[in-house]
């Protein structure tokens, strides 16, 4: 399991099971941005709608665009960690990106999913869409 476990929209660490919990309120919250996204609502929609509802992130500030495009990628919501995305570089201090550097970690059904495998998917094939139509000179968030 991580060795720092990170901060989830709709999870807490439980320190005594060393286990993601679902937080309902805010796996619906998950969920809900997932199914606008897959039903073609763009970045903006989402949050405006989020906004209308006054639902806040787990710090209890208003959704961005970064912190929504970091829901839809974040594969932890189908159960599935990837331990050592990043590391600390020695001597440095710093959080370096895992591009091969250090062997990574895959835990399929480490916790309860809040999403399917099957929407992560699908959103993914549609984040691909969207980018591959945004380069063609169409603003599609």
Excluded: C
């Excluded at 309902?24 to 609502?41: C, N, S, T």
């Excluded at 787990?58 to 495009?69: A, E, L, Y």
């Excluded at 990574?104 to 929407?119: D, P």
Aim: net charge positive.
């Amino acid at each position: 399991m991580p060795h720092n476990p990170q901060p989830l929209l709709g999870y807490r660490w439980d320190y005594e099971t060393k286990e993601y919990k679902i937080k309902e309120d805010e796996a619906d919250i998950v969920r809900e941005i997932y199914k606008h996204y897959l039903e073609g609502k763009t970045i903006k929609q989402i949050i405006e709608i989020l906004d209308k509802q006054e639902r806040k992130t787990r710090k209890g500030n208003k959704f961005t665009k970064s912190v929504i495009h970091r829901v839809l990628g974040q594969e932890a919501y189908t159960g599935k960690l990837i331990l050592q995305k990043t590391y600390r570089s020695p001597g440095k201090g710093r959080t370096i990106e895992n591009k091969g550097e250090k062997a990574k970690y895959i835990v399929e059904n480490a916790h309860e999913a809040i999403i399917t495998k099957e929407q992560y998917e699908k959103v993914q094939e549609e984040k691909n869409k969207r980018n591959l139509h945004n380069k063609k000179g169409v603003k599609n968030d």
